[in-house]
T-cell receptor
Framework: AQSVTQPDIHITVSEGASLELRCNYS??????LFWYVQSPGQGLQLLLK??????LVQGIKGFEAEFKRSQSSFNLRKPSVHWSDAAEYFC???????????FGKGTTLSVSS | EPEVTQTPSHQVTQMGQEVILRCVPI?????FYWYRQILGQKVEFLVS????????KSEIFDDQFSVERPDGSNFTLKIRSTKLEDSAMYFC?????????????FGDGTRLSIL
């Protein structure tokens, strides 16, 4: 069965420091991969997606993610974190013809000054 | 940018009562979804809906749940007889295609509290 693992429940990063959030997936083929962000009281906003091609994908708000097939990973990175990046981050996979997105448990990012 | 709109933002209901959660998907989207997130847990898929039919549903989506597109703009989730464990944030999403290209757009959610 498809699954998504986000090993880190909570991460604290200093403002201006770099960030990497981990995501591993389990699926027979290469699924479509997504990162969503949820700010307090808000819905899920898409940060970036990977379908195929270049394994380094750029997203909104200065985020990027790298797909590594050999490690079944899709880690999210940002070179310099801003206080407004504090939120919950979800990795998700989709595998057509299934329509369901399968989410990880999320990683809560806190930013310290 | 077009948005998925969900109402109400917070719903409080007595256990055993029926509740209807409402969503207005993005206007040219054809596929509609409900997900839920129990506090502290992952976001879970409930159901997808296309052409007035359920396309896919999860094990969570049992006979207590139903979905409907009563008119050209709304998409609803009904829980027939609510239980305490139905307390969760419910997200509606919509998309133009079923193959994640472009991806599903999510609303801000309805927090459902069962007393």
């Amino acid at each position: 069965a498809q699954s998504v693992t986000q090993p880190d429940i909570h991460i604290t990063v200093s403002e201006g420091a770099s960030l990497e959030l981990r995501c591993n997936y389990s699926y027979g083929a290469t699924p479509y991969l997504f990162w969503y962000v949820q700010s307090p009281g808000q819905g899920l906003q898409l940060l970036l997606k990977y379908f195929s091609g270049d394994t380094l994908v750029q997203g909104i708000k200065g985020f990027e993610a790298e797909f590594k097939r050999s490690q079944s990973s899709f880690n999210l990175r940002k070179p310099s974190v801003h206080w407004s990046d504090a939120a919950e981050y979800f990795c998700a996979v989709g595998a057509p013809p299934k329509t369901a997105l399968i989410f990880g448990k999320g990683t809560t990012l806190s930013v310290s000054s | 940018e077009p948005e998925v709109t969900q109402t109400p933002s917070h719903q409080v209901t007595q256990m055993g009562q029926e509740v209807i959660l409402r969503c207005v998907p993005i206007s040219n989207h054809l596929y509609f979804y409900w997900y839920r997130q129990i506090l502290g847990q992952k976001v879970e898929f409930l159901v997808s809906f296309y052409n007035n039919e359920i396309s896919e549903k999860s094990e969570i989506f049992d006979d207590q749940f139903s979905v409907e597109r009563p008119d050209g703009s709304n998409f609803t989730l009904k829980i027939r007889s609510t239980k305490l464990e139905d307390s969760a944030m419910y997200f509606c999403a919509s998309s133009f295609t079923a193959d994640f290209s472009p991806p599903q757009h999510f609303g801000d959610g309805t927090r459902l509290s069962i007393l």
